[in-house]
Every structure is written in C-alpha cells, then in structure tokens.
C-alpha cells in the first residue's frame, strides 16, 4: 500500500499499490512543465481572488508558497514523489502542506485535465518559439553559405544520376526553403496552441464565477478557448508540433544523406570538420560522419512519436481519457530531438571544408551539358526530338572514346550534324550551360542573387514574428 493520501481519498478504502501507482505516474514525463504548472496556478488564484471565490489572503498566501516551490525546483532542491503521480499533484499538495487550507482553495473552480492543457499548451508555445528560432539560425547559416558559394558550379542530380550543372548555392538554398516552411510549421504550432483552457474544470465548466479571459491575458494567451469539452481533450497542437518536427527532421535527415554521400572519397565535394566527424577503434585511416548518420537515424524515433500520439488519439471518446495522459512522453522527445539536430546541423554546416574544385570536376563528367546542347540545334531550326537524337549519337560517340562534351573540337561537332557551328564549344561550357539558367527559381547566379534576396526577406519577416513573441 502507497502511504500518501491521494486528493480524492474520501470515496476510497483501498489504495492502489506502489507498483501501480509508479504504472499510473507520469511526473517523470511531466514535471518537466513544473514552471508553467505554477505559473497557471498563481494566475488561477488571482483570478479567484479578482471574482471573490477565494479572498485575497488566500490568494497570497498561495502566490508566496508557489514561488517558493518555484525556487526549489529551480534550484534543484525540490523532492519529487511517485507517489504524487504528476506535477500537478506533487506542486499542489506540497502547497496544501506548507500554507494549509489556502492550498486546498487553489483547486476551485479547475481539474487536472484543464491544468495539463494548460500546462502543455504553455510548454509547447515556448518550444515552438525555441524550435522555429533554431531554424532561424540555421537558414541564416545557408544564406551565408550561398553567398559565398555564388562562383561554385556543382553536378545536379536526378535518379542519383548526373543531370544538369547547379551551383552549389542553389542547392543549398534548396534547403533554405525547406527550413522556411518548418518555420511557417512551427509558428503554425505554436498558434494551435495559443488557446487557453483553464477553467473547463473536468469538462463541463464550472458554477463559480470565473473570468477566463483575465487568465488568459495574465498567462499570454490570445484567446479563451471555446468549448470546454474540447479543451480538455484536443491534443491537435501536441499533433502540430509533431508533425511540425518530423517533417524538419526529414529534411534534416535528407541533408545528413547529402553530407555523408558528398564526404566519400568517391564525391569528395566537402570534408566534414574533425570536430564533427569520428575515427574507428581498428581502421586508423577512418573518419566517419557519425553525428550526420546519427541525425538520419534519430528522424526514424521522431517519427514513431507523431505516429504514437496519433494512435493514442485515435479512438478516443470525449472528453478526457488517462490514454491521453501518454501524449507527453512522444512529443517531448520529438521536441529535444530536433532542437538538437538543428544545432548540429547548423554547425556541420557552418564547419565543413567545400571542395570546390572536385565539384567543378563533377559538373564536367556525365554529359552534363547534353540538353543545352539540344537547345543549341533547336535555335537552328531543328525540332526537339531530333536534337534530342543527335546529341544522343554525340554522346554515345563520346563514352566510345572515352572523352567528355567539352573535349569534342569545333570540327568534330560539324562532323555529327552540319547544324552544328563553331558556336556549339560555348553551348558545352559548363559555366555557360549554368549561368543560362536564368528563369525565376533557376540556378543561374543571377536568378539565384534573386533567389537570395527573396531567402533574406523571408528570414527577416520570420525573425520579427519570433522577436515579437519575447515580451
Ligand atoms: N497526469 C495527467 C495527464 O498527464 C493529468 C490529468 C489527469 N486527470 C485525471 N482525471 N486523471 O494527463
């Protein structure tokens, strides 16, 4: 038998055992939200107060026995129970402990269920915010990188085949887009769950006089929620988070495969920085890219999280279910995870070598330059599909003798079709074959400076959203 008394011990004989009760805890999951769980309560007592629930006394008595709990649990010298079961209950019944009946007045008016949407929805507005700055500084990151990479020429691919000559820039800025949208994801998070539903008290509402809306604008938050059925049981922005974090950790992970492929010996395209790279206990030549192998692999936890939260929710009748009480565990993790590979990231990113010159020897090989080639004859007249058969024939001829687009002579090309004039050397220049590429979204440097300023402007906009959230 658990020797603590449990708030509800009135209607009970018998306790559930210690081995049940650690099964039914979840403060080690969500004492974690112990600042925001305090931060609900001291408002919810102000309130009472403000409407004559409780007395001012009363209020203030709980407000100073609050922040003392606060400072211990800041401080580290607060003494978690499992037998407390949450933070709500380990916070409140230190409180009743220590200031009496006061404590036992807090309770008014509120349920857990109320308090744990509070409490989640406070926590996961300040991690969406923590979450969309850590893609702010990692887009700042590949802007800079794509400034400096302007002049850079790189093989493009597609089906993992050479296609068309990128800058590197370009393909950097790919993910600069993608990191955009987990910014507009993440701000989307945090409005899901910018609704404060204090004061559903289980699930009906409640007799007392309350004032929500006073709650939630001492607490920050931009509206009341509206029905209080459905406050104490969504959980869509818990759901919004952690989609909000596998879907960065996708384009992470697809990042990390990049860096790993292009840090071969056989690409060659960067050196990862020792500082971000490990050897092996045998091979004393190895130095591998662990932290960019363990950010792929981590994405496949992030998503088993988004997956377990929708299957908990799945099913679920109104209004609140103990099920829901396993929301916590998942999206915590998402949340910590992808924090942290965004910091890695960012900095992978930021301490690589760029071999520029193997990446220029790439966009040489393959052909590359084969499809301006074709649009070089249409610009004589002749229709694609033809052009398309001739500088076919150019390259089989080419992969025959083992040379490149750009190794053919003038003469050669007139030799394969009379079309071809001395021009056609120019249409092969891998620089040309870039900088042509000038239509909006293309590669070409200047569409891409185009593309920078469009990138810069959009992180300027997503940064004033987040400083806007700071006071
Ligand atoms: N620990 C619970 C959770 O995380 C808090 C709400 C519990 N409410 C209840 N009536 N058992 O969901």
């Given amino acids: 038998m658990a020797e603590a008394k449990k708030p509800w011990g009135g209607r009970f004989e018998a306790s559930p055992s210690e081995f049940l009760d650690a099964y039914g805890a979840s403060l080690p999951v969500d004492k974690r939200m112990w600042a925001e769980d305090i931060k609900g309560s001291i ?9 004559g629930v409780i007395t001012a006394t009363d209020a203030d008595a709980i407000e100073a ?9 800041r401080d580290g010298e607060f003494e978690f129970r499992i037998a407390d079961e949450d933070i709500h209950m380990a916070i409140e019944r230190t409180l009743t402990e220590r200031i009496g009946q006061a404590g036992g007045r807090l309770h008014t008016a509120r349920s857990r269920n109320d308090q744990v949407a509070l409490d989640a929805r406070l926590y996961a507005k300040t991690q969406a915010a923590a979450l969309a700055r850590a893609t702010l500084a990692m887009r700042t990151t590949i802007i800079d990188l794509a400034r400096q990479h302007l002049g850079h020429v790189m093989p493009g691919y597609t089906h993992m085949q050479k296609a068309q000559p990128v800058l590197f820039s370009h393909h950097l800025l790919a993910y600069y887009w993608m990191l955009s949208r987990d910014t507009t994801r993440m701000r989307h998070a945090y409005e899901a769950a910018d609704s404060m539903p204090l004061g559903s008290a289980a699930l009906a509402g409640t007799t007392f006089p309350i004032d929500r809306q006073y709650v939630a604008d001492r607490l920050g ?29 996708v384009h992470l992970s697809r990042l990390c495969e990049e860096l790993i492929l292009w840090s071969t010996e056989e690409f060659g395209f960067i050196t990862m920085d020792d500082t971000y790279s490990t050897g092996s206990s045998i091979m004393p030549q190895k ?7 363990l950010t792929r692999g981590k994405t496949g936890r992030v998503v088993g999280d988004l997956v377990g939260l929708l299957t908990v929710l799945k099913g679920l009748p109104l209004a609140y279910n103990k099920d829901m009480q396993e929301d916590k565990e998942g999206v915590f993790d998402a949340i910590d995870t ?11 990113l930021s301490s690589m070598r ?4 193997r990446m220029l020897a790439g966009a040489r090989g393959g052909f590359m330059a084969a499809t301006d080639l074709a649009d070089y004859l249409v610009g004589t007249g002749m229709p694609f599909r033809d052009a398309h058969e001739v500088v076919g024939r150019l390259v089989l001829e080419c992969e025959k003798t083992n040379r490149t687009l750009q190794e053919l002579s003038a003469e050669e090309f007139g030799q394969v079709d009379a079309a071809f004039g001395p021009d056609a050397l120019g249409a092969v220049d891998i620089q040309n074959v870039v900088a042509k590429r000038v239509s909006e979204g293309g590669t070409g440097a200047d569409a891409v400076m185009v593309q920078l300023d469009r990138a810069a402007s959009t992180l300027d906009a997503d940064s004033a959203w987040v400083e806007s959230l700071r006071d």
């Avoid at 049981?233 to 960065?248: I, K, M, N, P, Q």
């Avoid at 130095?287 to 192998?293: L, R, V």
């Avoid at 992808?338 to 992978?348: E, H, Q, Y």
């Fill in 65 to 73: 026995g609050l922040s003392e709990i606060f400072r211990e649990i």
């Fill in 43 to 51: 408002a919810h007592a102000r309130m009472l107060a403000k409407q």
């Fill in 287 to 293: 130095k591998n890219p662990d932290f960019a192998e």
């Fill in 338 to 348: 992808t924090l942290d590979a965004l910091v890695v990231c960012d900095g992978m």
């Fill in 354 to 357: 760029v071999n520029t010159g």
């Fill in 221 to 249: 938050f931009s509206e009341v929620s509206a029905n209080s059925m459905d406050s104490v049981s969504d959980r869509d922005f818990l759901l919004d988070l952690g989609y909000a974090c596998t879907v960065t950790m």
